[in-house]
């Protein structure tokens, strides 16, 4: 295996886990960023109203996402190790 192949692979890897997260990370980006505003707005300084909500926010994407960043995974692996038995 060249350093050309194992680059290439790698460069997949990396794809296939950013797309796999980008849900997750965006959808708590966004509600941590509606909660800060909320807290700023309403002066309220409490520590928990952050986590609570961005806990059931993960909950929904991974529940909604969930099969589609699976079928990914499985794919990426099948490929990977289809690609092997080349060698």
Not at 6 to 28: K, R, W
Not at 42 to 69: D, H, N, R
């Amino acid at each position: 295996m060249s350093t050309d192949v194992v680059i290439s692979y790698l460069g997949s890897m990396f794809q296939v886990a950013l797309q796999i997260a980008m849900p997750l990370l965006v959808a708590t980006l966004v509600v941590g960023l509606l909660i800060s505003v909320f807290q700023v707005v309403t002066q309220i300084q409490e520590m928990t109203l952050t986590f609570v909500p961005k806990i059931i926010v993960s909950v929904a994407v991974l529940a909604i996402a969930g099969p589609w960043m699976l079928n990914v995974l499985i794919e990426f692996t099948i490929q990977t190790i289809s690609s092997i038995k080349n060698f």
